[in-house]
């Protein structure tokens, strides 16, 4: 089964608008991190964000903003009034306390094209 | 502060060839990670080790990989001899712990292309 779910292939959004990277998870485990990562068109992958199972405390990074909801397995990245630079691939990722592990197991990313 | 190094940025080869990918990690972390990443499956985790140590290599896809972790500073990833569908993005993060839910640094990563 998968464990991390982004079901938007693609979106795309004239700049300045707000958009949702929805990210679902799945896991048995209680103790579990979640992470967004950035893919620009450069390739490398950019770590943006890590929360841990027991912080649900939502989180605001200038223009970006996290929702964690437990009670869905919900994981969502919203970007507030986009640029051009946002555009890239967004991939939520999860890493489950008791694999031992550090595994990340990453979505299938969700392609952002920013329209000027 | 410098970040996950890997080498080279590029390389093509032909099918038979051995490949040699290189990594150097962020100063001080003690866990790395060797991922690939294509459009068919995606990122998948191929080996990580731990204070240098294989921990965990079930990723890797069959005898023709391997993985060395020498000393703190230096990783790599072989492939011999190589096949057209290794062809791929090759990644190296690392992280400080080693622990569940350590954050992973990616580098820039190593496109190959096997012909």
């Known amino acids: 089964a998968q464990k991390v779910t982004q079901a938007q292939t693609e979106i795309s959004v004239v700049e300045k608008e707000d958009v949702t990277l929805d990210c679902v998870y799945e896991?048995?485990?209680?103790?579990?991190?979640l992470f967004w990562y950035k893919q620009p068109p450069s390739g490398e992958l950019v770590f943006l964000i890590r929360?841990?199972?027991?912080?649900?405390q939502n989180e605001i990074s200038g223009r970006y903003s996290w929702n964690f909801q437990k009670s869905t397995s919900s994981f969502n990245f919203t970007i507030t009034a986009s640029q051009v630079v946002d555009s890239a691939v967004y991939f939520c990722?999860?890493?489950?306390?008791?694999?031992?592990?550090?595994?990340?197991?990453f979505g299938t990313g969700t392609r952002l094209t920013v329209i000027p | 502060d410098a970040g996950v190094i890997q080498s080279p940025r590029h390389e093509v080869t032909e099918m038979g060839q051995e490949v040699t990918l290189r990594c150097k990690p962020i100063?001080?972390?003690?866990?790395l990670f060797w991922y690939r990443q294509t459009m068919m499956r995606g990122l998948e985790l191929l080996i990580y080790?731990?204070?240098?140590?294989?921990?965990?290599d079930s990723g890797m896809p069959e005898d023709r990989f391997s993985a060395k972790m020498p000393n703190a500073s230096f990783s790599t990833l072989k492939i011999q001899p190589s096949e057209p569908r290794d062809s791929a993005v090759y990644f190296c993060a690392s992280g400080f712990t080693g622990q569940g839910g350590d954050t992973q640094y990616f580098g820039p990563g190593t496109r190959l292309t096997v012909l």
């Open positions: 080790f731990n204070n240098n140590v294989p921990i965990d």
């Open positions: 100063s001080g972390h003690n866990s």
């Open positions: 929360r841990n199972s027991f912080d649900e």
């Open positions: 990722a999860l890493s489950e306390a008791g694999t031992g592990a550090n595994n990340l197991f």
């Open positions: 896991t048995r485990d209680t103790t579990y991190y």
